[in-house]
């Protein structure tokens, strides 16, 4: 399973905090305690800076790339920041998203294909958000097709169904867990992430939600996850269901994780 | 979800003692927590008192039904227990359960046939326990084919795969997963169930193991399962997947469970 670790995201005040008053020590430690749970990207994200978030984004960039080896997660929907902050990562990076929307499409093409990097796309129209699996799967086929064909190996491909809130209509929880199926039986080699908070909105035991839909998600096929990897209770679940699905070879992962005592508070 | 629960079973200790001493009221009380904390069927077994397993599953069915309504599954590989079982109890119940065992599914059929009641069938061949997806459909497919031509309606047969411990050949997990979708998607009506705690047999942290494989066979379409429903963190488990795929109409199981306090431990 491929972890993106969430925590470095401006929404959260204490991370706010440590990028305005630059303390870049806070940020490597946020980054080194998700790299030891298990992260295979750090992603960053400085959204809430409006007007700023090029120049923070840049910083987040270089403040953990000076201290850490782990590929980062470039995360805006905002292509000019996604291309400052490429052309600082060293390495090969995660763009955090492109999608279909007209401008976000073209604007960013130029960026993915600047050099090699995984590109999450997500599964979001030209001006709508889909609600059914065809319309998801419809416009992830075109985003496949479209990428493919400017020069993306599928491999570098993360598609990202577009989580919604079952709370809002329960539909939404087989809709997403559906589209990642039909993506990945479809196109061999292609990845498919999705963050996970979204299905929970509105409902109380979020944690527990957004657990259970991550152990659903990777039966349906999902192999990458944008989480907290300093969750023990998310990381115990993703841990025990890898080695139900046969990704964990003789079972070590999660013999490793228990004799480690990751999985304490299970 | 249909839940059998599984806590009236000689082989733990104090279920073992309250049965030889005929402590009716202990036996009462354990039925009732399982029926409070949501279970569908009460689980009788006394297989562990050979030679007098069929007087003590008797007394079970009189002790039970004595003061609950809650229909009971008979359990146990002797015919003649569950003949003797199945003519004393009031109501439907579950018969666990036939399998293709030549001399055992001959033994059973005019048991299941006696009168309506539901038939758990396990995917246990002739003269060997299946290992692959194949095996188990294939025998899933005879015993089906078999009830279904005795008369036994498709909605009363609940098919068993057999879980067997990752522990012992990772590729396990995957093969009753997949035999659980592909019977359910072959047989419409038919219903799936398997007991969680084979599962995770030789591994450390079997409850998370086994709650995290509920939720994955919830996802491919299992719709029963024999498990402790008073074990809060497997019931939460259970509701959250409910809701996530769709089978809890305005996620109000859930909300209700959480407002009632049963989700405070997940």
């Known amino acids: 399973m491929i972890i993106v670790g969430e925590q470095i995201n401006t929404s959260r005040t204490r991370i706010a905090e440590a990028v305005e008053n630059r303390d870049a020590q806070f940020i490597v430690n946020v980054a080194r305690e998700q790299v030891e749970a298990g992260a295979t990207y750090i992603d960053v994200n400085a959204g809430t800076f409006v007007g700023r978030e090029a120049e923070h984004l840049c910083w987040l960039v270089e403040t953990v790339q000076s201290q850490l080896d782990t590929p980062l997660s470039l995360d805006s929907p905002d ?18 998203s492109i999608s279909l929307e007209e401008d976000r499409f073209r604007a960013l093409l130029p960026v993915v294909t600047s050099g090699p990097c995984r590109v999450v796309a997500l599964c979001m129209a030209k001006t709508s958000m889909p609600t059914t699996v065809e319309e998801r799967v419809q416009v992830g086929t075109e985003l496949i097709e479209s990428l493919t064909a400017e020069g993306v190996p599928i491999e570098n491909i993360y598609i990202d169904p577009l989580i919604q809130p079952v709370s809002v209509d329960t539909k939404m929880g087989p809709a997403a867990l559906r589209a990642i199926r039909a993506i990945a039986e479809r196109f061999p080699g292609v990845h498919t992430i999705c963050g996970l908070s979204n299905i929970s909105f509105g409902l109380p035991e979020r944690r527990l939600i957004n657990r259970t839909f991550l152990a659903l998600a990777m039966g349906y096929g999902l192999d990458a996850a944008i ?40």
Chains 1, 2 share one sequence.
């Open 79 to 96: 292509p000019v920041a996604l291309a400052e902050a490429m052309k600082l990562h060293k390495g090969e990076p995660m763009i955090n």
């Open 227 to 266: 989480l907290d990897p300093t969750d023990r209770r998310i990381m115990a679940t993703l841990l025990s269901a890898e080695m139900l699905l046969d990704h964990d070879e003789y079972c070590q992962g999660f013999i490793d994780a228990y004799q480690n005592g990751r999985l304490v508070r299970a």
